[in-house]
């Protein structure tokens, strides 16, 4: 899929509202690449919609990179640590502009999947069984007992990782050793989950409400990196595929996952469905990837909705209600 450019135009009212839009992108974390092209596209889908636009890489020292340009409001076009974990956000607050997505709690809050996790089993959400080990007893931990609790085969992860950046499938006892070393050189902190065999589904959010469902099918072990930003063999499904009663249940699960951790204006949740047809929530991500790879651009694509209409749409949220 690639990102269209459209016909679409705000109002001079609207434009003149928004004012100057920073595209904050680039950073300093691991995503920086994702982050990169994500806010490129995002820069040109606003000067098509004839909004005043101007990008600011956040290289280095943040402040200085925010403060060396003016501008009225930001859309956050950055992935990972620094810049969807809450940081950039707080960083926004305090000099009182107005930025895309969620605020400080949930951007936080979403950004470490143990956490999340913590806070579905909470509420009554499904989400795999899990255990998590951290970096500095890594040399300790009892592995046998981990895949005696949670079988084979099992995810291993960095819990405040995205883009599966660190993730690995491991089938065997040595595997998880291995696999739960590397994914320390990535955190601090490392969750393990069981392993749900089956169909992975996306499910973009606006504005609280889903839209259409996309199933996912790749030819990796499971829809990693390179099948998420450069595999051409990945394959999307709009429609799902699921059965009308199946995508209101998976749609309306998604909704509540991300009004469970705070969720504002636009998020991406993923989700298995298993072989007994049950749904199991992996992560939220409130600030998804628009690439064209990117899912959320093609969901709204698919519920004829332009590439420019969505970003202007994220934009609008801009200015209204407070985050918390």
Known sequence: MSVDSSNYRVS???AQKLGRVA???GGNSAERAVSLNSGHAVVKALENAGVDVVAIDIKGNPLECIKSIEFDRAFLALHGRGGEDGTIQ?????LDIPYTGSGVMASALAM???????LWQGVGLPTPPFVSIDKSNVEDIDY?????LLGLPISVKPAHEGSSIGIKKVRSLEELIDACNGAATHDAQVLIEKWIEGPEYTIAILDGKALPVIGLSTDHVFYDYDAKYLAN???YFLPSGLSEEKEKEISALSEIACESVGCKGWARVDVMQDSDGEFWLLEVNTTPGM???SLVPMAAKHAGMSFEALVVRILEDTCGSKRS
Do not use: F, N, Q, S
């Not at 470490?112 to 913590?118: G, V």
């Not at 046998?144 to 005696?148: D, F, H, Q, S, Y």
């Open 12 to 14: 001079p009212e609207l």
């Open 233 to 235: 063999d990945t394959h």
């Open 144 to 148: 046998e007992a981990i895949v005696r």
């Open 291 to 293: 690439t064209d790879h």
């Open 112 to 118: 470490d999947k143990l956490r999340t996790k913590y």
């Open 90 to 94: 707080g960083m926004l607050e305090c």
């Open 23 to 25: 595209v904050l992108l």
